[in-house]
């Protein structure tokens, strides 16, 4: 008998996502499905290492043996710890663009666990993963959108830029979490070499606060914005919070140190949007004749 035969009917397709943490040391993010003891979790990123997880996953009440799933934006250290390799992983379920498989491999996964997915795809039933590939060094990033028919999240980190892709993927989800990296004047002022700072600022490498709040607009979310993987060295919350203050949506800070609140997951405001028409050449060469 699956989980959804299990779980009360109301609470089938409620999401709630708690940050453990966020932030160059290590990303980790969990989402649950359900509420009470048939309660699944997805992980978001598994930058932590699996004891980490397993401690913070305790302290808010559940098992490892809840986690059904794992999301993996990309395969950089902070976001995948070399120490899942020797982990336990039983049944759980590791999700990757394709074009990251030889990153996870690379990272020890091997078939047994892992999903290469090109196309959207269902975690639970009822709960389909949608995504963006976005640019971030040089095997890029997933941004993804998770929804249900009533909670919708949005999830984009360490992105190069925020493109149409991005918004288009995410438009209009109720809750929004996005990385809100660096203040460029801190950034600038930072004692970090030349070529860091040109890594970070130069469109494959984080967001600045600015270009997460200029996102933030156009995705335009319901309820609340999350914002990851803020800078230690390079970024404050008051100034990421006050750079998002003209969104009405509620602005929640995530930190490397401790879990955020956890926050109910809203439903979607608006759908995703279509890919723009492509120009078909042969409109194009006949208006060129009128
Ligand atoms: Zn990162």
Known sequence: MGLMDQAPAENRTKLRLCVLA?????????????EGLTTRVCLIDAGLSPRRTRTLLADQGYRFDQVDHILVTHF?????????????????????????????????????????????????????????????????????????????????????RATDDLTRALHGVGTLAIESNYCPRLQMDSNRPAFLKKRIMGGSGHLSNQESADAVKRID???????????????????????????????????????????????????????PEPIQPSLFATKART
């Open 22 to 34: 966020s932030g160059s040391s290590g990303n980790c993010s969990v989402l649950t499905i359900g």
């Open 221 to 275: 979310p319901g309820a609340h914005t999350v914002l990851l993987h803020l800078s230690r060295q390079c970024n404050l919350p008051e100034i990421a919070v006050d750079t998002h203050a003209n969104h009405t949506s509620q602005t929640v800070v995530s930190s490397q140190f401790e879990p955020t609140d956890w926050i109910d997951i809203a439903p979607r405001r608006a759908d995703a949007l279509p890919e």
């Open 76 to 160: 950089d250290r902070d976001h995948f710890h070399l120490g899942w390799q020797s982990a336990k992983l039983d049944s759980i379920r590791i999700h990757a663009h394709v074009d990251h498989a030889f990153a996870a491999k690379r990272a020890g996964l091997t078939g047994t666990n892992l999903r290469l997915f090109d196309e959207p795809f269902d975690l639970w039933e009822k709960l389909t993963v949608s995504f963006a590939r976005l640019a971030h060094d040089s095997l890029g990033v997933t941004a993804f959108r998770i929804e249900t028919t009533d909670a919708s999240l949005g999830y984009a980190t360490d992105l190069g």
